[in-house]
């Protein structure tokens, strides 16, 4: 079992950044593809931003791209999403998501969930 902790979340002003991290304990992220979502009020959880177990290739949602950046730090068992130039309506709950060899791309092919933390984009 894989345990996520997201943190980094908080209220920014239109513009501003914020950096996202998910963390494990206990077990090593090395094997692991990460995935961030994110899910507005009213509406369905979507794709964010994700990174292969091996960092050689990450993929972004076209919403993001560009603002948003995914890395990992595999001695530090941790996954961050740098957001950049964040905009009101990347207001949501975003959850980190991982799964074992393989590229969490989509709800359905992530294994692991964490239980989310709120970004608020605001004036």
């Known amino acids: 079992q894989v345990q996520l902790l997201e943190s980094g ?11 996202l991290s998910c963390a494990t304990s206990g077990r090593t992220l ?7 979502f994110r899910q507005a ?6 794709f964010v931003a994700a990174i292969r177990w091996n960092g050689d290739s990450t ?3 076209d919403s993001v791209k560009g603002r948003f ?3 990992r730090d595999s001695a530090k068992n941790t996954v961050y999403l740098q957001m950049n130039s964040l905009k009101p309506e ?5 959850y980190c ?3 074992p060899y393989g590229v969490p791309l989509s709800i ?3 294994t692991y969930w964490g239980q989310g933390t709120q970004v608020t984009v605001s004036s």
Do not use: F, H
Request: overall charge positive.
């Open 41 to 46: 009020p009213g509406k369905e959880r979507e």
């Open 69 to 71: 950046t995914i890395s």
């Open 90 to 94: 990347d207001t949501a709950v975003y």
């Open 9 to 19: 979340g908080g209220l920014v002003q239109p513009g501003g950044s914020l950096r």
């Open 108 to 110: 359905s092919a992530s």
């Open 59 to 61: 993929y972004y949602a």
């Open 30 to 36: 090395s094997t692991y593809g990460m995935g961030w």
């Open 97 to 99: 998501a991982a799964k």
